[in-house]
């Protein structure tokens, strides 16, 4: 099993770039799919998702080659037939390959998505509005058989701003005859530069980054070369490492739009945030100060994905913080093992109130999902003495070199990988 090994108590400083966001990647590389050609995605990020995605393409048919944080894929030819069951199990965004594949082929046989264990996450909402775009559906045996004669335009008002449902619909709209208009659409970042994209292949949208998105289907489709945004969260992560461990840092090319509401909290638990010609300086005070009332929502709104991590900065602050988490029911799980570290943390249903202590203490604990895991990291670098960070293997599905990163700007940490488990990500 391989861990993160890090000896806590200095500060971080520096400066530092963001990759490419995994958020963003993972539904434009679906995305590519639609169009019998070829696709070049730069500031793609290296991580395993990604690998795991780039898998799923190679074992359809399609020719893909992956240079840094540069993907080119070729989908002139897709083969359903040997479609890699072993990785849609591993990684929950396999779903966003139902709406592209689905406008393309006309039929999918889709495992249910695997991934992090932080809430049942039902697709339900991207099935039911597959099924008013003219999809039959039936559920077999953990599996998901998908069939239609041909897409049809249709107006969806979802029950939920949900992403992954929104991003589905509009790939499976750009196949589609006629117009389909989303409503109650979420408004995340990602679901723009999704936009962004189809609108560089050919497609017509309208409304993207709003609650009412439309798509224009059947538009002649055509090579693509386009940049994916940096990744809020991961800035989001190192901005909070920061703030927990006493530093200052700026981080380049990170729009200040994208995590306002972050940046907020910071500056209410005393950090100085500026922005600079840059991207975003982040200095922080001696000691932390606590905050009452914390609610996960939808974009604009505070992420669920930066809860974790925001936590484990609380877990020193002066006085009594209060997280609410309103999206997914397991993201509390890593109060289990902050408490290991001396944190003193109480939950109960959907509400975590968290009372500050003097210090953490470094210790020996286990990631259990992927935000978990990088608000752990953040612990350890809080924390007096060593803290051994187990199940890297979470963290390194959305982090393309956290030790690197934190490393350069004064952390101590390395990472121990287990050989066997190397190989198997390798292949």
Not at 153 to 163: D, F, K, M, T
Not at 229 to 251: C, F, K, P, Q
Not at 339 to 352: H, L, T, V, W, Y
Request: charged share 25%.
């Amino acid at each position: 099993m391989s861990s993160y090994l890090i000896s806590g108590g200095r500060p971080l400083s520096g400066q530092l770039h963001v990759h490419g966001s995994k958020n963003a990647a993972l539904p434009i590389i679906a995305a590519s799919l639609l169009h019998r050609g070829a696709t070049v995605i730069r500031g793609c990020p290296d991580i395993l998702d990604v690998k795991y995605m780039v898998r799923i393409l190679r074992s359809i048919g399609c020719e893909v080659i992956h240079q840094g944080d540069m993907l080119r894929i070729d989908a002139s030819e897709i083969h359903l037939e040997n479609l890699s069951r072993e990785c849609i199990g591993k990684m929950r965004s396999s779903i966003l390959l139902l709406g592209a594949v689905l406008g393309r082929c006309h039929r999918m046989v889709l495992d249910y998505p695997g991934g992090c264990t932080i809430g049942a996450r039902p697709v339900d909402i991207h099935l039911k509005a597959l099924e008013q775009m003219g999809v039959h559906i039936e559920e077999q045996d953990a599996e998901i058989h998908c069939e239609t004669r041909g897409l049809s335009g249709a107006r969806i008002v979802l029950p939920y701003p949900s992403v992954g449902a929104t991003e589905n619909l509009m790939m499976a709209g750009a196949m589609a005859e006629g117009i389909t208009w989303i409503q109650n659409a979420a408004k995340e970042p990602e679901v723009a530069d999704l936009a962004g994209f189809l609108e560089a292949m050919g497609v017509s949208i309208y409304g993207a980054g709003t609650d009412r998105i439309g798509i224009l289907g059947k538009c002649p489709l055509r090579d693509t070369e386009y940049t994916v945004m940096t990744d809020r969260i991961v800035a989001g992560t190192y901005l909070l490492a920061a703030a927990g461990s006493g530093g200052e840092i700026e981080l380049f090319d990170v729009a200040e739009q994208h995590i306002h509401c972050l940046l907020h909290l910071c500056e209410a638990m005393g950090c100085e945030v500026r922005m600079t010609d840059r991207g975003i300086f982040l200095k922080s005070a001696r000691r932390l100060f606590a905050i009452e009332d914390i609610h996960t929502q939808p974009f604009p709104g505070f992420p669920t994905d930066m809860q974790s991590q925001l936590m484990a900065v609380l877990t020193t602050a002066r006085g009594e913080s209060t997280i609410y988490e309103h999206i997914f029911e397991n993201r509390f799980r890593t109060a289990d093992e902050l408490r290991k570290m001396g944190a003193d943390i109480q939950i109960k249903n959907n509400r975590a109130v968290i009372c500050g202590v003097g210090k953490l203490k470094g210790c020996h604990v286990s990631a259990r999902d992927l935000r978990g895991g990088a608000a752990l990291i953040i612990a350890g670098l809080m924390a007096e003495g060593d803290t051994i960070v187990e199940n890297s293997i979470f963290v390194e599905r959305g982090y393309q070199d956290i030790c690197k990163d934190l490393t350069q700007l004064g952390a101590r940490i390395r990472h121990c990988r287990d050989t066997r488990e190397g190989e198997i990500i390798g292949k």
